[in-house]
């Protein structure tokens, strides 16, 4: 696994064993991957806010606000599949796009044609200097995943389930208790 090369769209799911609190059962859908480092936003953190609270010239909109991770939390991320509405949005996958143009946004929110079940809004992201995740990579601390269908579903249950759907030996990692001293 830690040979593989991570790119845009990939899921790193930590480690059942990782204990630092920004990211311990959190999956993290990568942005970007260059020679100047990694990006990413963690899928499964919701934060106390709502939207609004956060982006005040907002329009109303029922969707949540994610810890993308613990850098830059001055600042909003969003991902998307609407990349004709949104212009200058960046690929992630084929279609599954990261940011873009935020008046476009607030536009197509105002005109309905955007659904709260296709865009999700974080709160900051995760970020690696060069080399860093690869180190991390050698240490086992993340697990690389792909093809996970839900990205837009927030769920609790998400690093369990992304575990689950890998099979073999991650199905296994996917039932490690939180506390193995209440096991």
């Not at 480092?37 to 982006?55: A, H």
């Not at 873009?100 to 607030?106: N, R």
Request: net charge negative.
């Amino acid at each position: 696994m830690a040979n593989r090369k991570i790119v845009a769209g990939n899921l790193l799911v930590a480690d059942p064993f990782m204990d630092d609190p920004n990211f311990k059962r959190s999956v993290i859908m990568i942005t970007e991957n260059d020679e100047t480092g990694t990006l990413g936003l963690v899928l499964n953190k919701p934060s106390i806010f709502k939207l609004r609270e956060v982006l005040t010239d907002f329009p109303k909109f029922d969707a949540k606000i994610y810890l993308g991770g613990p850098i830059g939390l001055d600042s909003v991320n969003f991902i998307h599949c609407y990349p004709d509405l949104i212009p200058r949005s960046i690929p992630i996958t084929d279609n599954l796009y990261w940011n873009g143009d935020y008046d476009a946004l607030k536009q197509a929110i105002k005109d309905e044609k955007i659904l709260p079940h296709n865009i999700k809004f974080f709160l900051g992201y995760s970020g690696w200097g060069i080399g860093q995740l690869e180190e991390e990579m050698e240490d086992n601390t993340w697990i690389i995943a792909e093809n996970y269908s839900n990205v837009f579903k927030g769920s609790q249950y998400m690093w369990k389930d992304v575990l689950e759907k890998m099979g073999g030996k991650f199905k296994i990692l996917a039932n490690y208790p939180e506390d193995p001293t209440h096991n």
